[in-house]
Every structure is written in C-alpha cells, then in structure tokens.
C-alpha cells in the first residue's frame, strides 16, 4: 500500500503537469508517487480504473507508463485541486494505490 507519510519519507523530484513527484523514480521502471493532496504511487498501480470511474469530480486522467512492471497506464491525479475529499478512490483501489490527504 502507499506509505501515506511518504511526504516525510521521500524527497520530491520532480513536477508532472502541475503536480508533485514523490521519488525514487528511475524510469521507466520506478516511478515514484503522484500528487500530493491526492497521491498515487504509480509503483502499485495496476491500472485497475475503479478509482478513474468512481471519481465525481473527475480529479484523474490515464497517462501511457510503457515498461512499468505493474501496468502499461496509470491514473494519474491531472485535477488535485478539485478533489471534494469524498475518499471513493481510496476505497475502491484494490491495491491501495491512493493517499487522499483529507486533513
Ligand atoms: Fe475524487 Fe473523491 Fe478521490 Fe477526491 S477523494 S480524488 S473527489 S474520488
Ligand atoms: Fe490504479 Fe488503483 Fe486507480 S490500481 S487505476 S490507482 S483504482
Ligand atoms: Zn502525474
């Protein structure tokens, strides 16, 4: 499951569309996490998409992970700010994938 300290435990890298890398990331088989208010760790993700078709307001878009060992796409948090912290994609992940930072 992702490590919902991983602000404290890992460094951030980089930037990806506005949001936050949370490393390691050695691509294209380490990817690190995603986001920050809403955070997934693509290095779990196994594209499942409960949380891309749960989601009411729309806060993920599939992005191509060619080469990772988990899945070949991930859903990636495009729209964190628009996260309404009703907490259905933490629920759903069946790899809990997902940090929702509801404060
Ligand atoms: Fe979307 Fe709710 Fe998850 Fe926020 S907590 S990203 S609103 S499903
Ligand atoms: Fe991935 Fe979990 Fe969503 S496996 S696609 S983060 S439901
Ligand atoms: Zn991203």
Redesign the pocket.
């Known amino acids: 499951a992702i490590d919902p300290q991983f602000h404290e435990n890992r460094d951030q890298v980089d930037e990806h569309e506005g949001h936050s890398v949370w490393g390691p990331v050695d691509e294209p088989e380490e990817l690190g996490i995603h986001g920050t208010h809403v955070a997934?760790d693509f290095d779990i993700?196994?594209?499942?998409?409960?949380?891309?078709e749960d989601c009411p307001v729309d806060v993920?878009e599939w992005i191509d992970t060619p080469g990772h060992p988990e899945s070949e796409e991930?859903?990636d948090p495009a729209k964190e700010a628009q996260c309404i912290d009703c907490m259905l994609?933490v629920d759903?992940?069946?790899?809990d994938?997902?940090d929702v930072d509801a404060g």
């Open positions: 997934v993700c196994i594209a499942d998409g409960a949380c891309v993920f991930k859903a994609c759903v992940c069946p790899v994938a997902i």
